[in-house]
């Protein structure tokens, strides 16, 4: 069959614009190494780079990035359980050596016990369910999503609102390469302001099935997370009240992007690097008591020097008990500070096998902790501590 020439053209571009669009993107993600059977056994990656045994960067379909955390949170428990990677030479960064600042000395003596004392019995439990309230009342706060930028939108109205007679205070958003942004409120220190404090946790929330999340799909994520930003709320709620001015810069974190690789918390930590950023407390669902003990210090990507300052907060201010555990490879935020060489925690409400079971889906709702915030204000209580006990 014969085409003028003209035709010949149309139908090679048309052919070649199908041929692209058929051709999946591929991104790169940095995993545990023992969760490659399984990401294998699901056809998702494409092949894997480089593996040290431990931790592994393969690559796959981008489009596969919400099944891949839907298989993370079924199979290993875990809330995460990757970074996502723009490009193969940013993965190859996780192989690096964390190289932590030498210059920081950070003082981890417990010698505000008055002050401390005067602000625990302030924590107001109604005041945090209003707060995971109505962040649940979203059908979703998914990254891509109109709520998912609406829920964000409403957390920097409302901390700009609980601040508005402080000058001191500023509600920004931090844009991303998605549709939904971060948050983040700064109070400036009064006496060393380059000497920065960060209290951090997830907006986004996400649900599905093995089948893949869709977009959607009702996530109210009443504990994961709004219960997270709930009591991070609280904490500027309580340093408002008391007209508190820290000595070091402090800065109240609501990520965006968590679910899909930690892409929020990445792209706020690498903009802080070369910053004198002396400890980041992580809040990732507080209110579902899963295990005996109170509050789980998870103790791997996280500081172990720090870990033992928050075991001794809990003993002498917030009377819960604690235990150590384990979480995996990048299973929250804290991670990206992690990476990017700063000290980080993660207090979670429960040991990871026994963390809320119906987080990811419609039922993560604020009737799993009998319409209360009992534990979260465990939490909020631990927060306040760290925060007045680190800013000396």
Known sequence: MFFPLKELILILLFMAGNAFASTPEKVFISVDADTLSILKKEKFISYVPKSDGKVAVVEVNKADIEKISEVMHSEFHRCGGFMFHESYS???????????????????????????????????????????????????????????????????????KLTKKRNDISVKEFKHSWRQSSVILTIKGSKTPGEIIVFGGHGDSISGSRYGRRQDNRAPG??????????????????????????????????????????????????????????????????????????????????????????????????????YGRCGYACSDHASWNQAGFTASFPFEAQIRNANPHIHSSRDTLDKSEYGALHAVKFAKLGISYLLEMDQ
């Open 222 to 323: 009443a504990d994961d997370n709004a219960s997270g930003i709930a009591v991070i709320t609280e904490l500027i709620r309580l340093v408002v009240a008391n007209n508190y001015k820290p000595q070091r810069t402090l800065k109240f974190i609501s990520y965006a992007a968590e679910e899909v690789g930690l892409r929020g918390s990445r792209d706020v930590a690498n903009s802080l690097k070369g910053r004198d950023v002396i400890g980041v407390i992580q809040f990732d669902m507080t209110n579902y008591k899963g295990s005996n003990n109170d509050i789980t210090l998870v103790s791997d990507f996280t500081s172990s020097e720090q870990n033992r300052f928050l075991a001794k907060l809990i003993d002498r201010y917030v009377g819960a008990t604690w235990s």
């Open 90 to 160: 940013d993965a190859k960064n996780v192989f690096e050596p964390v190289l932590k600042k030498d210059s920081l000395f950070v003082d981890y003596s417990i010698n505000r016990q008055d002050l401390v004392s005067s602000y625990l019995g302030q924590v107001d439990e109604k005041k945090i369910i209003e707060v995971i309230e109505k962040l649940s009342s979203y059908p979703n706060r998914h990254y891509k999503n109109k709520t998912g930028l609406a829920s964000q939108r409403w957390i920097k109205s409302y901390w700009t």
